[in-house]
T-cell receptor, first 115, second 115 residues
Framework: KNQVEQSPQSLIILEGKNCTLQ??????????LRWYKQDTGRGPVSLTI?????NTKSNGRYTATLDADTKQSSLHITASQLSDSASYIC??????????????FGQGTELSVKP | DTEVTQTPKHLVMGMTNKKSLKCEQH?????MYWYKQKAKKPPELMFV???????INESVPSRFSPECPNSSLLNLHLHALQPEDSALYLC??????????????FGEGSRLTVL
C-alpha cells in the first residue's frame, strides 16, 4: 500500500533553534517528493521538490534531503523564526500516468516556534 | 502570492442552499484539481480535470458538482450539503499531462461552513 508517514506529529522549538522533520514513504514506483508549508487556514506552498537522483536541495533556511534507497526524506530548518510556525506536509508522487500521477500526502508535522 | 485565485475566501450556507466556489489560474496549466481539507488533516483529492475534461472523481457525493468552463477556470457547485461538509476547499493546478513533475500550485482556499 502506498503510504507517506511523517514524524514527529508536532514539534515545539524556541526561536533561533534548528529542527529536522522526517518523512518515510512506501510509494512505488517513485517519481518525486515535495515538501509543502501550510499556514493555518491557507493553501499549501511548495518549499522543495526532489526527484530520484537528487540527494539534497536547499531553499533559503530550508534544506531537504532524500535517500531513495531507504525511502526517507528530511526537512531541516535552520535558525527558526516565528513565521516558520505552520504545518509541513510531505507529498510523494508516484509514476507519471496520463494526468500526472497520484499524489500521496503525509499527515503533516505541526511546527510551533516560540519566542 | 499564489497564482491560483479562489473565491469566495469564506462561505456560510444552509443545507438547502445552492452556492458555487470558483477558481482561476493564468499559468497556462492544463490540469486543475479540487481538494477538501478538514482541520489538522492533509488535503483529500476530490476531482481532477485534465484538458478541461473530468479525469478523476474520487467517489465524491453528487451534492458536489465540478465544472471546468475553460482551461483557466474551475468551479465547484454545491447543493444540499451537510454540516460535515464544512471544510477548507483547495483548488490547485499543475502543468498537465506529459509535463507534470508533481508540481502543484494551490490557491488560498475557500473556507466553507454548512449550518
Amino acid at each position: 500500500k502506498n503510504q507517506v508517514e511523517q514524524s514527529p506529529q508536532s514539534l515545539i522549538i524556541l526561536e533561533g533553534k534548528n529542527c529536522t522533520l522526517q518523512c518515510n514513504y512506501t510509494v512505488s514506483p517513485f517519481s518525486n517528493l515535495r515538501w509543502y508549508k501550510q499556514d493555518t487556514g491557507r493553501g499549501p506552498v511548495s518549499l522543495t521538490i526532489m526527484t530520484f537522483s537528487e540527494n539534497t536541495k536547499s531553499n533559503g533556511r530550508y534544506t531537504a534531503t532524500l535517500d531513495a534507497d531507504t525511502k526517507q526524506s528530511s526537512l531541516h530548518i535552520t535558525a527558526s523564526q516565528l513565521s516558520d510556525s505552520a504545518s509541513y506536509i510531505c507529498v510523494v508522487s508516484g509514476q507519471i500516468y496520463n494526468q500526472g500521477g497520484k499524489l500521496i500526502f503525509g499527515q503533516g508535522t505541526e511546527l510551533s516556534v516560540k519566542p | 502570492d499564489t497564482e491560483v485565485t479562489q473565491t469566495p475566501k469564506h462561505l456560510v450556507m444552509g443545507m438547502t442552499n445552492k452556492k458555487s466556489l470558483k477558481c482561476e489560474q493564468h499559468m497556462g496549466h492544463r490540469a486543475m484539481y479540487w481538494y477538501k481539507q478538514k482541520a489538522k488533516k492533509p488535503p483529500e483529492l476530490m476531482f481532477v480535470y485534465s484538458y478541461e475534461k473530468l479525469s478523476i472523481n474520487e467517489s465524491v457525493p453528487s451534492r458536489f458538482s465540478p465544472e471546468c468552463p475553460n482551461s483557466s477556470l474551475l468551479n465547484l457547485h454545491l447543493h444540499a450539503l451537510q454540516p460535515e461538509d464544512s471544510a477548507l476547499y483547495l483548488c490547485a493546478s499543475s502543468p498537465g499531462p506529459g509535463r507534470n513533475t508533481g508540481e502543484l500550485f494551490f490557491g488560498e482556499g475557500s473556507r466553507l461552513t454548512v449550518l
